[in-house]
């Protein structure tokens, strides 16, 4: 894993480097490409000096136009071929694998909601299931665990948003109407930027959030609270809801 990115944001996940290695690669191939082609540019133009009394090159001949396809076709099965094997063997076998990454024991799933202009999140409670009155839910305030994978669930409810992580690598679209995942495991304990990679309004400027990466027992401790507290929550709601109201005047 190379955690200083080259010059880009440290990666502070497992899986980034997947991602920096297809750029650093690509970038490579095309240095290398960039320096043959000033080579051959630099030939041409002193053989074309030495031949510039045998008359003029047309270049209507059948080598003349096999060359330069040979020659692209060279560059598009070197530089976006590369791309497309490592691209579909990480995305597919590694970044999309989200079943592979919800059969591990110690996953955390997170459901994360986009909305004009904030990023609502839903953890499971004690009891380890959504839907149950220990749910917990926050706003931009985001907090997971450091060293466990963590499965996310997207959906926006209003217009296209795009969850955006780039400590870990992470860009996924969140659209009305639809589920979509992304999945991490972040090594650094630390506070992390969330924002949106998708102009989704006038203010898409503030839809901003942090990602709170805490150690495995300060997390656990985080969740057991606030489950505890939303439980606490929903009781009370229920007695009010349950008790006749008082009248204010006689």
């Given at each position: 894993m190379n955690p200083s990115g080259y010059g880009l944001p440290s990666d502070?996940?497992?899986?980034?480097?997947?991602?920096?290695?297809?750029?650093?690669?690509?970038?490579?191939?095309?240095?290398?490409?960039?320096?043959?082609?000033?080579?051959?540019?630099?030939?041409?133009?002193?053989?074309?000096?030495?031949?510039?009394?045998?008359?003029?090159?047309?270049?209507?001949?059948?080598?003349?136009?096999?060359?330069?396809?040979?020659?692209?076709?060279?560059?598009?099965?070197?530089?976006?071929?590369?791309?497309?094997?490592?691209?579909?063997?990480?995305?597919?076998?590694?970044?999309?694998?989200?079943?592979?990454?919800?059969?591990?024991?110690?996953?955390?799933?997170?459901?994360?909601?986009?909305?004009?202009?904030?990023?609502?999140?839903r953890y499971a409670g004690s009891d380890g299931r959504f839907g149950t009155d220990d749910d917990v839910y926050v706003t931009t305030d985001i907090r997971v665990p450091k060293g466990r994978p963590v499965?996310?669930?997207?959906?926006?409810?209003?217009?296209?948003?795009?969850?955006?992580?780039?400590?870990?690598?992470?860009?996924?679209?969140?659209?009305?109407?639809?589920?979509?995942?992304?999945?991490?495991?972040?090594?650094r304990a630390g506070e992390l930027d969330v924002v949106c990679a998708q102009h989704c309004g006038v203010n898409h400027y503030k839809m901003a959030a942090k990602l709170h990466v805490l150690e495995a027992d300060e997390f656990a401790d985080w969740l057991a609270t606030e489950s505890r507290y939303a439980t606490k929550m929903v009781k009370a709601r229920a007695e009010l809801q349950g008790e006749e109201s008082l009248a204010l005047f006689p």
């Amino acid at each position: 894993m190379n955690p200083s990115g080259y010059g880009l944001p440290s990666d502070v996940s497992t899986e980034g480097w997947r991602m920096d290695q297809a750029l650093h690669v690509t970038h490579w191939f095309i240095a290398g490409l960039l320096v043959v082609a000033l080579m051959w540019l630099g030939w041409a133009l002193i053989a074309g000096r030495r031949r510039a009394t045998s008359g003029y090159f047309r270049g209507d001949s059948r080598r003349a136009a096999l060359l330069p396809l040979g020659i692209a076709a060279f560059v598009f099965l070197v530089v976006d071929g590369h791309l497309l094997v490592s691209s579909t063997v990480d995305t597919l076998g590694t970044l999309h694998d989200f079943d592979g990454a919800l059969a591990k024991p110690d996953v955390l799933r997170l459901q994360l909601n986009a909305r004009q202009w904030a990023w609502d999140a839903r953890y499971a409670g004690s009891d380890g299931r959504f839907g149950t009155d220990d749910d917990v839910y926050v706003t931009t305030d985001i907090r997971v665990p450091k060293g466990r994978p963590v499965v996310v669930q997207i959906a926006a409810v209003d217009v296209v948003h795009a969850l955006y992580i780039p400590n870990l690598r992470v860009q996924v679209d969140a659209i009305p109407g639809r589920i979509t995942w992304a999945w991490f495991e972040v090594t650094r304990a630390g506070e992390l930027d969330v924002v949106c990679a998708q102009h989704c309004g006038v203010n898409h400027y503030k839809m901003a959030a942090k990602l709170h990466v805490l150690e495995a027992d300060e997390f656990a401790d985080w969740l057991a609270t606030e489950s505890r507290y939303a439980t606490k929550m929903v009781k009370a709601r229920a007695e009010l809801q349950g008790e006749e109201s008082l009248a204010l005047f006689p």
